[in-house]
């Protein structure tokens, strides 16, 4: 199973990372930097009267392979703002998805908007580390953390500044995540087990949400008929990364999700 592979990868990351910096030390580096204002990724989720998209900074996926061979973080990030969306996601796991965590904060010196870590997040030293690299948010999977974990990373990650969105896929998950103290809610609509997209899936859990937590939707997001129809469920926000990568004109195609006239800009390099 993939997403037990991944774990496994990331445990043994871990333990690497621990040797060469022990959490101690690293709790200190926090202590003595001076980290940049904080973006508010929630409260950029809640933008009234219009669309939200979380637009995704990926270079592959374990379900497709690479997405994008020119693959420029700096670029893309740019044409995310310029096209309209709300906060960017950048993957930062190395290994299934090619990403860097430096990512994070090379990106934060072109934009303006939030940057959310995503990745496999198990451990408090990944949340002092997020916070290093001036991360606004993170991940956190509810299927692989238990509710006292959750808790306790949803905890931590206010302290350090930084918003946390709990991926749920079922009612069962979505109660652990509300009973852990989750104001973020992100419904994947892939299975994590077998890699298959369900678009219905979001639809069933959306009507269980309590009011006052913002709900996000993620994978398998291509058009903006299917936007409109989330968000008339009651849907605020979209997470949206392979459409994007895939596409020959990333800006254009966020207009488009977006229902924005589509404006010209320089052509990418090829």
């Known amino acids: 199973m993939i997403l ?40 950029a ?27 420029q973080p700096l ?9 309209g969306a709300c906060a960017i996601s950048i993957l ?21 908007l939030p940057l959310l870590r995503k ?16 991360a606004d948010a993170f991940l956190l999977i509810a299927s692989i ?42 419904i994947n609509n892939r299975d994590l087990k077998t890699l298959t997209i369900d678009l219905d899936r979001a639809k069933q859990v959306i009507p269980h949400i309590p009011k006052g937590i913002a709900i996000v939707v993620e994978s398998g997001l291509s058009t903006h008929a299917e936007l409109l129809t989330y968000k008339s469920l009651g849907a605020h926000a979209f997470l949206i990364g392979s459409t994007l990568m895939k596409s020959g004109d990333i800006a254009a195609t966020l207009q488009k999700l977006l229902g924005k006239k589509e404006t010209t800009i320089a052509p990418e390099p090829s």
């Open 45 to 71: 989720l809640l933008a009234s009267n219009q669309l939200n998209i979380i637009a995704e900074i990926k270079k592959a996926s374990p379900s497709e392979g690479v997405l994008r061979e020119n693959f």
């Open 145 to 186: 953390l238990s509710e006292h974990e959750l808790k306790d990373l949803i905890t931590l990650g206010r302290e350090l500044h930084m918003d946390a969105l709990v991926e749920v896929h079922s009612d069962a998950e979505l109660k652990k995540a509300i009973e852990a103290g989750a104001t973020i809610i992100g």
């Open 75 to 83: 670029r893309i990030a740019s044409l995310y703002e310029y096209a």
């Open 4 to 43: 037990d592979d991944i774990l496994l990868q990331k445990r043994k990351d871990l333990e690497e990372l621990k040797a060469r910096m022990p959490l101690q030390r690293l709790q200190r580096i926090i202590e003595k930097t001076e980290r940049p204002k904080p973006r508010s990724f929630r409260r």
């Open 92 to 112: 930062t796991e190395s290994h299934f998805f090619k990403g860097r965590p430096s990512y994070l904060k090379t990106v934060r010196q072109v934009t303006t």
């Open 119 to 134: 990745d496999f997040i198990i451990d408090r030293f990944q949340l002092y580390e997020s916070a290093l690299l001036e």
